[in-house]
């Protein structure tokens, strides 16, 4: 095979992976370029996403009756405006200053009643697994080989594909896989879960100090593994959560799941004031491994990792001055509605009965289209001024007078500090560090992951938070952007703000305590780079 269909093939796997765990092999080799064409709906859309209730009541209702209010009872009139700024004096008696000030409180009030309630993350927790879990790349190739179930053709498929992933050599499988022979079954799917979670669990519990009890809604979601009682529930069971719990389980969501989850969280929050919520986020791969020899669903041999993650959201007041960030804005972006977009991520068996999920080769232009789509509504919420005029106006003289002008690609990096985008493979980040021009510092959080942790689905986003926050990066005020990638099809994001910095070494529960001294990775010029 020539070194261009071999590129082509590194390409689609890794894009196969960010919600998937199989694979059509032949789809666009290029990520389109989704900056150089929006649509003015989304750009309202934005707009219309920072337009909240608090803002219109504080806007377009307190202030112009706090102006009226102040205008009537102190008689001040448009031509006594100089006079009042020369003498910079005011006399009002005491009723009106009473009465003044009573209006005021209760417009005040009435506007703090009606601003949304503020979404904290307090701590997350990121599971580590035991080092006898560790795989590394030759590892993994000796167990397919050995295995006896794969052709030769098909073991040098995935010797290319694991060559070119970017994953290292210290990513993690769970037991069901790599016993002799594999014991791919219920229950080791079931150990492989509470494994995950409850590890995170105990080492969020352990950082925050909040009780389990003190849970009040929690939210758990993996994609390809449902069993019955649900994974929500394995948790309320293990530790005696209140029976009054707000418990969700979604499935079938892909990586993305983990933000749609934040998004699910905030909502109940501000529907549930002085209330714990808990985010678990994981993915299953003892069922899902594959031991056939359709290539289109070997990939997820090759890049799908052990991983999980769990966050404490909190909408108490008092937990400001301890919590890491504060949620600003999450956007969400469903293209299911397009019937490209919706088959292009779908399970099915193979030709011998086998279970998988193949996408298709539309894969790459709906990924584009999602993901375009996505950053053209939060734009408007969190590019600077600047950057929003210049987009603004060369998007109507392009949509609306037809002119041939070059467009204006926004900074994206005069929005945010940190960037966490998902870990699905060397190839989509390429392509979004390209599209959004990012340095190789923004990407390190995101190609780093990919190399230590393999692509661990919708808790990836955390291991990249992680890493920042063990390389000591994350200040006061740092802004922190989120963005993954779903099956349906779906592209989601997630705005954070820093409320403290992050001190080096502050938690020895990191994930990368051991081993962030060692990355970034140095790669050989003439090396694959993850």
């Not at 070997?298 to 404490?312: E, K, P, S, Y």
């Amino acid at each position: 095979m020539g070194s261009i269909e071999m590129d082509k093939e590194r390409l689609t796997a890794e894009m196969a992976f960010k919600d998937s765990s199989s694979v059509v092999i032949k789809i666009r080799q290029k990520l389109p370029d989704f900056l150089q064409s929006v649509k003015l709906k989304y750009v309202k859309l934005g707009y219309g996403y920072s337009i909240n209730a608090a803002t219109v009541l504080k806007f377009g209702v307190v202030l112009p009756l706090l102006v009226a209010t102040v205008v009537q009872i102190t008689g001040l009139k448009f031509d006594d405006v100089s006079e009042l700024w020369t003498s910079r004096a005011l006399l009002v008696d005491t009723a009106t200053a009473v009465t003044g000030s009573a209006v005021l409180l209760f417009l005040l009030g009435v506007y703090w009643a009606k601003k949304p309630s503020p979404v904290y993350l307090v701590d997350f927790a990121c599971y580590k697994p035991e080092d006898e879990r560790k795989m590394s790349v030759e590892s993994f190739l000796k167990m397919t080989e050995d295995n006896g179930k794969f052709e030769e053709e098909t073991v040098q498929f995935q010797r290319r594909i694991s060559t070119r992933s970017g994953l290292g050599d210290e990513t993690y499988l769970p037991r069901g896989i790599t016993s002799r022979p594999p014991n791919l079954c219920m229950k080791e799917a079931r150990a492989e879960a509470e494994a995950v979670m409850f590890g995170a669990l105990d080492s969020l519990f352990s950082k925050t100090g909040v009780k389990p009890a003190e849970i009040g809604i929690l939210i758990v979601n993996c994609s390809l593994f449902n069993p019955t009682p649900s994974l929500s529930a394995m948790i309320v069971n293990h530790y005696k959560l209140r029976t009054d719990i707000s418990s969700y389980n979604l499935g079938g969501m892909g990586c993305s799941a983990g933000l749609i989850s934040v998004d699910l969280a905030k909502h109940l929050l501000k529907a549930n004031p002085n209330t714990y919520a808990v985010v678990v986020s994981t993915e299953n791969i003892t069922l899902n491994w594959y031991f056939g020899n359709d290539r289109s669903m070997l990939l997820c041999n090759c890049i799908f990792r052990m991983g999980g993650a769990a966050v404490l959201l909190s909408n108490k007041s008092r937990d400001r001055s301890r919590s890491k960030y504060e949620l600003v804005h999450t956007v969400r972006t469903h293209k299911g509605a397009d019937d490209n977009s919706y088959n292009c991520v779908y399970q099915r068996e193979d030709d011998k009965g086998t279970i998988g999920v193949s996408l298709a080769r539309e894969l790459m232009a709906v990924a584009g289209d999602a993901l375009k789509t996505n950053i053209t509504t939060l734009g408007p919420l969190v590019l600077p001024f600047s950057e929003q005029f210049m987009f603004f106006v060369t998007l109507v003289r392009r949509k609306l007078m037809k002119a041939k002008v070059k467009p204006y690609i926004p900074d994206f990096k005069k929005a945010f500090e940190h960037f966490c985008i998902h870990a699905g493979g060397r190839a989509v980040l390429d392509a979004l560090q390209k599209n959004l021009q990012l340095s190789e510092w923004h990407m390190e959080p995101s190609r780093m992951t990919l190399h230590r942790f393999g692509n661990t689905s919708s808790s990836s986003l955390w291991y990249e938070l992680a890493y920042t926050e063990a390389k000591g990066r994350v200040s006061r005020g740092d802004r922190v952007w989120q963005i993954a990638f779903g099956s349906g099809f779906k592209c989601n994001s997630a705005v954070w703000r820093a409320l403290r910095p992050i001190p080096l070494g502050e938690s020895g529960d990191n994930p990368w305590a051991d081993s962030i001294d060692r990355y970034p990775v140095n790669f050989p010029v003439d090396a694959p780079k993850p």
